[in-house]
């Protein structure tokens, strides 16, 4: 049977995320392929929906709509009142009129109307069907009201009739919603347009799974809006939900149908290319490539389908579709926006939205939907790429995306029982400083002048946090106040800290990949930590930074660490929330003697803050704790553990534990051995901690966010090092103030004007 162009049985029940999307192939349909502008569209679908079960309706052309579960319930309701009606065969003879021969003369025109509203108009236009019902309930009331005798006996079992259709209709949601507004009106009104404010539909390309939910924007607050390669980006606060909402719109999903056909169509021409896996892992690199490929396969297509395109237009073709087959599809949006740390879609995919923590408005429920057709093509992409297994028997895989300054972590069956999960970290680029933790309010400039002096004396420190309170970034800005002649060996299993950056600005590093524990896959090329760890300090003196210390490599490094051969400093951060827990960890989980331990010097603990009163989280530094050396078994018990600064939420401040530093044995130490006194200490820490204040301070008097970046926290730095030398060498003794005046006289007549230049 052939209705309105559909062929009745062009259609499939596809599971998607526990949901059942029916899906119509429209690609033969002679009108569009729309509820809202449709009437033969419609009256298909209720068709259908007598013989099938769906809670979304997607109608496939070159491009899809998808119904939403509310979408789809009215109209099957609309579907099962339509079968209802033919049961109870509301047209026959006893609905229509009293029983009698002078009744009969009536029956022919009501069967045409009954049939008109429950049979033929109710699919093709209901809210027709049901305006024309109440309509002719009227006429008949007052017919019935003016007529004679014969005509009330003839009429009344017709107006139950009536009544009972209304009443059916008005039991339907379709019905509900529109029927104050409809029937206020004075005239019959154009019920397209109704249709049009009920059935507004997500629409996309058919090649891309991920649907987009717009819904409900005018009861949201725009917070934030902004440019991701030709996105547009929009933060939005709701009114009843704690998590903001991120929503992107990519071009690919409002292009005019022209485009859409020549994207699909090239799409078509272009899948039978398969990269091999070789290919798949320089992909990133010959993506111009493909692009510049798919142009001229654009050009073609659009010639001889007569579309006429720009050069431009066909290059943001050849991008979308590049982005569709040798890409990551919509992710790779998100992924290009910086501004986001963390995106996850959690099992089952298909069931709830990405999700992504944005570094200025925490965590965002987006508008993407992906799909488990995405997940699972994403996944094969990542084994190519990575090499390693992921399956059943190596539930976990974890590492780097080329090129995309970007970590993943995927879990799949039986570790995670709803099917893969992703998890991307986006790093940063470049390194975090000082200077920008102290701007964003992470620490104060004394915290940062403490850290910079401790590590220029050569001590060994952990950063402690939870998930994502900023370990690895502090690590990296402490990396960065080595001085620049020093030799630093960076180990790590995940490529976090930003090196190639970092050796490009001048420092010396040579770095060591070793194999991440969290993956179960044994790959056998890569080296475990504590063999790469021995092999580090092989390499003679060097300053050893650790990407993260979590299992057997801390023994290692303790044990070097004691016997003094592990380098001049020694930094790494560990997985814990306080000083305390940093021990209980080391010594307890990983079996490091309590004597090592003592080799380090200080714990630095980060944790996210939630002020009274507010969702958003906030990082701070909450603890600088040293580790005294003279205590045997539980260093909290014994006094074992001295904090130099702790954190107060009520002032939201880092402050200085001035009592507690007359007992500090580094101090001492540092003393001993630099031959400074402690004013002298205190002087240098705070000189340095100005210094950095003094470029936070620049940066906001001028909006130049680019002075607190690594290249230039790092060049200030080393000047205000070489000013203090030059002072030693001239003077045999520093003046701190008069190095910290000389320094800022070079910071705002040297530094600034080169960097505002840039
Ligand atoms: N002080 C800060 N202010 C704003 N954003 C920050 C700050 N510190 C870190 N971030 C951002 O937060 C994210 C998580 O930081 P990071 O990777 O350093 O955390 P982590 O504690 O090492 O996490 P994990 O436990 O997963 O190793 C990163 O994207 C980083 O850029
Ligand atoms: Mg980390």
Redesign the pocket.
């Known amino acids: 049977m052939e209705i309105g162009g559909f062929k009745v049985g062009d259609y499939a029940v596809r599971d998607e995320g526990g949901k059942r999307h029916l899906i119509f192939d429209c690609k033969n349909c002679v009108y569009s392929a729309s509820v809202a502008d449709d009437p033969a569209c419609r009256y298909h679908l209720t068709t259908i929906l007598s013989e099938a079960e769906a809670d979304l309706i997607v109608l496939a052309d070159v491009y899809e709509r998808v119904y939403d579960e509310q979408q789809a319930k009215m109209l099957s309701e609309i579907s099962a009142l339509k079968q209802q009606f033919s049961i109870e065969s509301i047209w026959s003879y006893k609905h229509l009129g009293g029983q009698g021969k002078e009744c009969e003369q009536y029956f022919s025109g009501r069967h045409d109307t009954v049939v008109k509203i429950g049979h033929d108009l109710i699919a093709f236009d209901p809210i027709m069907a049901y305006l024309t019902l109440l309509k002719e309930i009227k006429l008949e009331k007052t017919k019935m009201s003016e007529g004679e005798k014969d005509y009330e006996k003839c009429t009344k079992p017709y107006i139950n009739t009536l009544d009972h259709l209304r009443n059916a209709f008005e039991q339907t949601e379709l019905i509900t919603r529109t029927k104050n507004f409809i029937t206020k009106m004075s005239q019959i009104p154009e019920t397209s347009k109704v249709y049009h404010s009920l059935f507004e539909v997500e629409v996309k390309p058919a090649f891309i799974g991920s649907r987009l939910l717009f819904k409900e924007m005018e009861k949201l607050e725009l917070l934030d809006e902004y440019g991701v390669k030709e996105s547009t980006v929009q933060i939005f606060k709701h009114p009843h939900k704690t998590e903001n909402l991120y929503f992107i719109n990519p071009p690919e999903y409002t292009l005019s149908p022209d485009k859409y056909f020549v994207m699909s169509k090239t799409r078509e021409v272009v899948a039978g290319y398969k990269p091999g896996k070789t290919s798949l892992s320089t992909v990133a690199k010959s993506r111009s490539y493909f692009e510049r490929v798919y142009e001229s396969t654009i050009k073609d297509v659009a010639k001889s389908n007569g579309v006429k395109l720009s050069q431009a237009e066909i290059k943001e073709l050849a991008q979308i579709v590049a982005r569709y087959t040798v890409g990551y599809g919509i992710l790779e949006l998100l992924l290009s926006d910086r501004r986001l ?1 963390d995106i996850y879609l959690d099992s089952p995919i298909g069931q709830k939205p990405a999700y992504i923590v944005h ?1 200025d408005f925490g965590q965002c429920q987006t508008n993407i939907l992906y799909t488990e057709r995405e997940a699972s093509s994403l996944n094969s992409k990542l084994r190519a790429m990575s090499g390693r297994p992921f399956d059943e028997a190596h539930p976990v895989l974890d590492f780097d995306l080329p090129d995309l300054d970007t970590r993943v972590a995927a879990i799949g069956p039986p570790l995670s029982p709803d099917g893969t999960a992703f998890a991307f ?2 790093h ?1 680029v470049t390194p ?1 400083t000082l200077p920008q ?1 102290i701007d ?1 309010n ?1 620490m104060n400039p004394l915290a940062a002048g403490l850290i910079s002096f401790l590590i220029d004396n050569q001590s060994s420190m952990l950063v402690t ?1 939870s ?8 690590l990296g800005s402490c990396l960065l106040e080595i001085l620049q002649n020093a030799r630093i060996i960076v180990q790590e299993d995940t490529l ?1 800290i930003p090196v190639p950056y970092l050796k490009k600005i001048g420092y010396n590093i040579q770095r060591l990949k070793t194999r991440s524990p969290i993956s179960v896959s044994k790959t056998e090329s890569e080296v475990a930590p504590e063999e790469a760890l021995r092999t580090a300090l092989r390499l003679g003196d060097s300053a050893l930074v650790l990407g ?1 210390v979590r299992s057997k490599e801390a023994k290692v490094l303790y044990e070097a660490m004691r016997v003094g051969a592990a380098g001049n400093i020694v930094i790494g ?1 560990i ?1 814990g929330d306080s000083a305390y827990s940093v021990w209980d960890r080391v010594v307890n989980d990983l079996d490091v003697p309590n004597t090592s331990f003592k080799a380090t010097d200080i714990v630095i603990v ?1 944790r996210p803050i939630r002020f009274s009163g507010s969702l958003k989280k906030h ?1 701070r530094l909450v603890q600088v704790t040293e580790v005294k050396k003279h205590w045997i078994s539980d260093p909290e018990q014994e006094g074992g553990l001295l904090d130099l600064m702790l954190y107060d939420a009520k002032k939201d401040t880092l402050e200085l534990m001035e009592d507690n530093l007359k007992e500090s044995e580094l101090f001492d130490k540092i003393s001993r051995i630099s031959g400074l006194s402690m004013k002298e200490i205190w002087e240098d820490i705070r000189m340095r901690g100005n210094a950095k204040a003094f470029l936070v301070e620049l940066k906001r008097e001028n909006k130049l966010p680019l002075l607190l970046e690594s290249e230039n926290s790092s060049a200030a730095n080393n000047k205000l090092i070489l000013f203090k030398e030059e002072q030693l060498q001239e003077k045999g003794k520093i003046d701190y103030e008069a190095v910290l005046g000389k320094w800022k006289y070079w910071v705002k007549n040297s530094l600034l004007p080169s960097v505002a230049k840039t």
Not at 467 to 474: A, M, N, V
């Open positions: 740390t570094s970290r986006l940063k975090w933790f964003n992470f946090g998930r994502g309170s900023g370990k690895t970034s502090l976090e993260e951060t997985h980060a990082r």
